[in-house]
């Protein structure tokens, strides 16, 4: 399941609860009565279990916002990435451009129960502030990407549903339903169009709290790091209520660079990439 | 001299391996208009200033990103005449080693403690840039050599500060000005190594789960000028200037913040030991904030804050101060009592004021934001209005705009700092374009 793009690029956790989850569904699968429910988390689980072991992820992300009458405003991210064995990820973004913001940064710790830790360091004042971050449908820097978009994938954050198998493009994929658990969710619930072959996401819909169709995202182009990881080079999330959008191009995608907690740190966040 | 000697060390490793590593250089240059729409106070002050200003940061890290070295100057240039925010400062100039769990740090460089929005009564580290802003946020750059760990029961830092950076105050025909000049070459220090004291500081910060705490000890210096008028060669002049008294410093703080919901909670508190004696400080509150109202995309942050302190009258008896008599003919008091005995609401004039703010965020392309906050005196009814909001231009313009009203200042010097702020209600217009 990867309705959450940027745990591709910043990447995900693996978890405990992963893995007592595909020795039950393996169990489940066998079975011909499964539900969709079943099937559903049980291609989450597999999803997330290929992504397993990517250790760590250095990349760079540009963002171009698109107003409807086609105005472009440029954004440039820095990121890295820790895989963290039984909890929610590391994450540290770093901004470039605009440049009245270079060196602005958060650090998030997501975690599988509960709200995730996060801070903004704000380079002017030197000064570092915890965010209060249970809501989290606002937007990020102005993008169609909101805070929640951007927080580490937990497949304990939701309920899943198996939809039905459709082609997508030249493959075949499973349509798959999911439903957030958090109350402070902008959605009610995401469907993902997942490729069979590969097990990575090829398209994702979010509807809104009114239950209206709010935002379509589209990974134009993956490429396959370390001969096993697929991340998204290129996508695009349109806002269908609003006409604006966003693309979004990673480049300079490393995984297993040799990142430690310390780069983590809170006294690294004062050192702007 | 120690100054000196750091800045030598700093050029020293700055020539380290130049081809290698990453370099960055980014900053700013600003055009700014400051207007004050009431008659001031003295007649030698003026109405409208325009400024430039420019800021540069150039940063390098070696490949491993182990070592690194930020060089950030400032300056000002006004039209102000024989003013002091004509001003150049190296903000922060320092080298940086990041070990496994610890980081030391060596240079001029600014450091940030504290959670309140209203007040910062921890934050003790650097000297503040006076002239800079009305707001008090600006700092100079501190000379220091700090240690900081990072580890699983929290982060400690350690500061050596061997240098005293001395605060100035507007000057010529700027307003917020006291009615008689301010003598920086006769500035006293209660320590007998005077600018040279040596200062020490330590923190300890963690959080568990929702909590953040801090705690601080600083020894040394106090960063607050106390005007005087006397003179420490007993010299007999004419009261034609005040001079600046810096006492030495014990501070304990205290750093508290809860995250529950929207809500955080925040506490910042001090117990101070001074030659003058000792007083204690506090500020506590919240802010609440409504987040994505609306699914609208904005946020908005509802504050109140509460801002207490018993200090009491500060008398200055160290250095053989000779208090002299003005000139039949000076503007206002302070008399000569008021030039040994400083008022304490006249040095910490928040001791029992409310601040109540909101803080938009508009999350949108440009980056629009804005605070708007009134701080209330309970005693006296003082209040300080503010709005401090800006918004961005295309991808590198940001303008902003800061707006101060002071309304019902006491009519007697004593009873408030604000007094000869009184007539100084300030607009300030800024455009920022970011390289």
């Given at each position: 399941?990867?309705n959450?793009l940027?745990?591709r ?8 609860i992963l893995?007592t989850g595909l020795?039950f569904s393996a169990?489940?699968?066998s079975?011909a009565?499964?539900?969709p429910?079943?099937?559903?988390l049980?291609?989450?689980q597999?999803?997330k279990?290929?992504d397993e072991?990517w ?6 992300m540009k963002m ?9 405003n440029t954004?440039i ?7 963290v064995?039984?909890?929610g990820d ?12 270079a060196?602005?940064a958060?650090l998030?710790?997501s ?6 830790d996060?801070w903004i360091?704000l ?5 570092i502030?915890?965010i209060a971050s ?7 820097m ?5 805070y929640?978009?951007?927080s580490?994938f937990e497949?304990?954050?939701y309920d899943f549903?198996y939809l039905r198998?459709e ?6 994929c ?13 959605y ?5 169009w997942?490729?069979?072959?590969e097990l990575?996401?090829e398209k994702?819909?979010?509807y809104?709290?009114k239950?209206?169709?709010l ?5 134009k182009q993956y490429?396959?790091f370390e001969g ?12 269908k ?10 480049t300079?995608i490393?995984?297993?660079?040799g990142l ?7 006294n690294n966040l004062?050192r702007?990439k | 001299m ?5 800045l ?5 490793l700055?020539c380290?391996?130049a081809?290698a590593?990453e370099?960055?250089?980014n900053?700013?240059l600003e055009a700014?208009?400051?207007y ?9 002050q003026?109405?409208e200033?325009?400024?430039?200003a420019?800021?540069v940061?150039?940063?390098w890290?070696?490949?491993n990103e182990?070592?690194s ?6 300056g000002?240039i ?5 003013g002091?925010?004509?001003h150049a400062?190296i903000r922060?100039f320092?080298y940086?080693?990041?070990?496994a ?5 060596i240079?001029i460089?600014k ?5 309140a929005e209203?007040?910062h009564?921890?934050?003790i580290?650097n000297?503040?840039?006076a ?9 100079l750059?501190?000379?220091m050599?700090s ?5 699983d029961w ?9 240098y005293f950076r001395?605060r100035?105050?507007?000057a ?6 006291l ?8 500035t006293?220090?209660e320590?007998d190594?005077g600018q040279n004291?040596i200062?020490?500081?330590v923190?300890?910060?963690h959080y568990?789960?929702?909590l953040?705490?801090?705690i601080?000890y600083?020894?040394?210096t106090?960063?607050?000028?106390i ?6 060669n ?7 200037a ?5 006492q030495q410093?014990q501070?304990?703080g205290?750093?508290l913040q809860?995250?529950w919901?929207?809500?955080?909670f925040?506490?910042?508190g001090t ?6 004696g000792?007083y204690?400080?506090?500020v506590?509150g919240?802010e609440?904030?409504l987040?994505?109202v609306?699914?609208s995309g ?10 207490w302190?018993d200090r009491?009258?500060?008398?200055i008896?160290e250095a053989?101060?000779?208090?002299l008599?003005l000139?039949a ?6 008399d000569?009592?008021?030039a040994?005995i400083?008022p304490?609401e006249?040095?910490?004039p928040f ?9 938009f ?12 906050g ?10 300080i ?7 961005r231009f295309g991808?590198s313009?940001?303008?902003t705009?800061?707006?101060?009203f002071?309304?019902?200042v006491?009519?007697n010097p004593?009873?408030?700092?604000f ?9 300030e217009?800024k455009a920022?374009?970011y390289?």
């Amino acid at each position: 399941m990867q309705n959450v793009l940027f745990h591709r690029a910043l990447s995900l956790s693996s978890s405990l609860i992963l893995a007592t989850g595909l020795i039950f569904s393996a169990n489940a699968s066998s079975e011909a009565t499964q539900t969709p429910e079943q099937k559903g988390l049980e291609i989450a689980q597999k999803q997330k279990a290929q992504d397993e072991g990517w250790g760590d992820s250095q990349s760079e992300m540009k963002m171009i916002l698109r107003s409807p009458s086609g105005k472009e405003n440029t954004r440039i991210i820095k990121l890295k990435g820790l895989e963290v064995i039984g909890d929610g990820d590391k994450s540290l973004m770093v901004f470039d451009q605009p440049r009245d913001v270079a060196g602005t940064a958060f650090l998030s710790f997501s975690h599988i129960e509960g709200p995730d830790d996060q801070w903004i360091y704000l380079p002017a004042l030197k000064r570092i502030k915890r965010i209060a971050s249970k809501k989290k449908s606002g937007s990020f820097m102005g993008s169609e990407f909101s805070y929640e978009d951007l927080s580490s994938f937990e497949i304990a954050k939701y309920d899943f549903k198996y939809l039905r198998d459709e082609a997508c493009g030249d493959a075949q994929c499973y349509v798959l339903e999911s439903y957030p658990k958090d109350k402070y969710s902008g959605y009610t619930r995401l469907i993902s169009w997942i490729n069979q072959a590969e097990l990575r996401t090829e398209k994702v819909e979010f509807y809104d709290r009114k239950k209206s169709l709010l935002k379509v995202m589209t990974i134009k182009q993956y490429e396959k790091f370390e001969g096993k990881y697929w991340r998204p080079v290129v996508s695009l999330m349109e806002n269908k209520q609003t006409g604006k959008s966003t693309e979004m191009h990673w480049t300079g995608i490393r995984l297993k660079t040799g990142l430690t907690e310390d780069d983590f740190s809170k006294n690294n966040l004062k050192r702007a990439k | 001299m120690k100054k000196q000697l750091l800045l030598a060390g700093l050029s020293g490793l700055l020539c380290l391996p130049a081809n290698a590593g990453e370099f960055k250089f980014n900053g700013y240059l600003e055009a700014e208009l400051r207007y004050y729409p009431n008659d001031a106070l003295f007649d030698f002050q003026s109405d409208e200033f325009a400024s430039a200003a420019a800021e540069v940061e150039a940063y390098w890290a070696s490949d491993n990103e182990k070592h690194s070295v930020r060089f950030k100057p400032f300056g000002r240039i006004t039209t102000a005449e024989d003013g002091n925010r004509d001003h150049a400062d190296i903000r922060e100039f320092y080298y940086n080693y990041a070990g496994a769990g610890w980081q030391v740090e060596i240079g001029i460089n600014k450091v940030y403690w504290g959670v309140a929005e209203s007040a910062h009564l921890v934050d003790i580290i650097n000297q503040t840039d006076a002239v800079e802003s009305f707001n008090g946020e600006e700092k100079l750059g501190q000379p220091m050599i700090s240690l900081g760990f990072e580890e699983d029961w929290g982060n400690l830092d350690l500061y050596v500060l061997p240098y005293f950076r001395e605060r100035k105050f507007a000057a010529g025909d700027e307003r917020n000005q006291l009615p008689i000049p301010i003598d920086y070459d006769k500035t006293l220090y209660e320590s007998d190594d005077g600018q040279n004291n040596i200062d020490y500081a330590v923190r300890w910060s963690h959080y568990f789960g929702d909590l953040d705490v801090g705690i601080s000890y600083f020894n040394g210096t106090s960063r607050e000028a106390i005007p005087v008028i006397g003179d420490v060669n007993k010299e007999l002049t004419a009261a034609t200037a005040y001079t600046s008294y810096y006492q030495q410093l014990q501070q304990v703080g205290l750093e508290l913040q809860y995250i529950w919901e929207d809500w955080a909670f925040k506490l910042e508190g001090t117990a101070k030991q001074e030659g003058t004696g000792d007083y204690n400080s506090a500020v506590t509150g919240f802010e609440y904030t409504l987040s994505d109202v609306n699914f609208s995309g904005i946020d908005i942050g509802l504050l109140a804050e509460y801002m207490w302190n018993d200090r009491g009258d500060v008398s200055i008896k160290e250095a053989s101060l000779i208090v002299l008599e003005l000139p039949a003919d000076s503007v206002l008091p302070p008399d000569v009592e008021a030039a040994a005995i400083v008022p304490g609401e006249f040095l910490s004039p928040f001791d029992h004021d409310v601040f109540l703010g909101t803080r938009f965020t508009m999350n949108d392309v440009d980056s629009t934001d804005f605070i708007a906050g009134i701080i209330y005196d309970l005693d006296k009814g003082t209040s300080i209005a503010s709005f401090e909001g800006g918004t961005r231009f295309g991808d590198s313009l940001r303008v902003t705009m800061n707006v101060y009203f002071l309304t019902n200042v006491p009519k007697n010097p004593n009873d408030s700092s604000f007094y000869y702020s009184r007539n100084d209600d300030q607009i300030e217009l800024k455009a920022q374009w970011y390289f």
